[in-house]
């Protein structure tokens, strides 16, 4: 009765690995054909493609006896999937030195290979043979279930558990090994119907397939999600940033200007803003050309953010305008900040004028409360006075609301 539903269950269980393996392969060619796949995909996918060679040899085996090519290519396609998916699991987790590390199970698996060939032609014992087998596929699973997790450098939904499974196959090839030394006269036909490790192993690896096929797809989605939100991230920037200068445009002056201006206020701190702008622009793009003046325009911007802290929000306004928007800031050290920027400028020597100097016109507003709109609006009104003053110089506005606002240079703040 106990042999008779033995055998029931190895000829259900072999059907039901076969076809778990077919949906398995027909499912991820799918998903290969209609999405991006990374570096792994493939190798796993031909991990599952090897079963089927695994099945064959193994017919064969029964039919044709353990020769030597038989002996040789069992080893190779039963060990190859452990192989593969080591490979597979390292690119999706970035395994340092991965393929050294794939070269050596591979010359491990041509080692084993070249021991069971010593053995069929010399002094041929089945049981021998799966010992070595079971070992050789221990170290292999053990390597997946322990090496892999530790050395990932990046660790996706499910791999880890998938890695941890491969420690029950090696527990599995254990009982194996010692299954094979146990059962008197131990055989291929013992191996294909007697063997009741070997009907625990393939039920185990059917669960264990229907686990590879979701964490696979699991991994695969998951890296293509943070593609797609770093596309998001680049595509946000782009739109905030401007093209020529690499400065901030006014979207993105706007959006990370009120937000510094709100942590400011609602700390009790000051803010300020600075509005600078080229003296004499129009007459660069006017003798040297619109090329010439977009170069400055870029010197000039490195310049000044190299003179900024870095909570600074800078920001090319338009034309040749600049914004700075620096939170905690009191008005005279703004006024401080806004000179640094204007000596910097006055002092560069730039190449695209032939080694000729330009300057920049400041304007300065702050305030402890209030919208970026109306400090922009008094940083605006402090140039106008700094252009109308004479040029290369800081103009602080002072004053607002009920007080009338006047314009001081900074050094009288």
Not at 143 to 167: A, K, N, Q, T, V
Not at 385 to 405: H, L, P, T, W, Y
Request: with cysteine; proline share 3%; glycine share 8%.
């Amino acid at each position: 009765m106990s042999s008779f539903s033995f055998s029931l269950q190895l000829g259900t269980l072999m059907p039901v690995l076969l076809g778990v393996t077919v949906v398995r392969v027909l499912a991820m060619w799918h998903y290969a054909a209609n999405r991006r796949v990374y570096p792994g995909f493939r190798p796993l996918m031909l991990a599952a493609l090897l079963v089927f060679a695994g099945m064959g040899t193994l017919m064969l085996r029964a039919k044709f006896g353990d020769t030597v090519l038989l002996v040789i290519l069992t080893n190779a396609v039963l060990l190859g999937p452990d192989v593969l998916l080591y490979y597979g699991l390292g690119e999706y987790g970035r395994v340092p030195h991965l393929r050294a590390r794939t070269m050596q199970n591979i010359l491990f698996i041509a080692f084993v290979c070249l021991v069971q060939t010593v053995d069929v032609v010399f002094d041929p014992n089945m049981v021998r043979r799966v010992v070595i087998f079971s070992i050789a596929a221990l170290l292999l699973c053990a390597r997946i279930g322990l090496e892999l997790p530790w050395r990932s450098r990046r660790h996706l939904p499910g791999m880890r558990i998938l890695c941890f499974s491969y420690l029950i196959t090696a527990g599995l090839q254990v009982l194996r090994g010692f299954n094979a030394l146990a059962v008197p006269g131990f055989t291929m036909l013992t191996l294909g119907q007697s063997d009741v490790i070997g009907v625990y192993s393939v039920f185990y690896r059917i669960l264990q397939s229907a686990l590879e096929l979701y964490v696979v797809f699991a991994m695969n989605s998951a890296m293509l999600e943070d593609d797609l939100m770093a596309a998001k991230s680049q595509i946000e920037h782009m739109a905030q940033t401007d093209a020529l200068t690499g400065a901030l445009n006014r979207r993105g002056m706007e959006l990370l200007g009120e937000g510094a201006l709100r942590r400011s206020f609602a700390s009790n701190m000051p803010a300020a803003v600075l509005m600078l702008d080229l003296d004499h622009f129009k007459q660069v793009n006017d003798s040297l050309g619109h090329a010439a003046g977009d170069k400055l325009l870029q010197s000039v911007a490195e310049l000044c953010a190299a003179a900024l802290r870095k909570e600074d929000v800078f920001a090319r306004y338009g034309g040749e305008e600049f914004v700075v928007i620096a939170p905690q800031t009191e008005l005279r050290e703004a006024g401080l900040l806004a000179q640094r920027i204007r000596l910097a400028v006055e002092g560069a020597s730039f190449e695209v004028l032939g080694g000729e100097r330009v300057t920049v016109s400041i304007g300065v507003a702050g305030a402890r409360a209030g919208s970026l709109e109306a400090l922009l609006n008094s940083a605006d009104a402090a140039l106008y006075q700094a252009k109308v003053s004479g040029r290369n110089q800081v103009v602080i506005a002072v004053g607002s609301g009920e007080e009338a606002e006047r314009f001081v240079p900074a050094g009288d703040v």
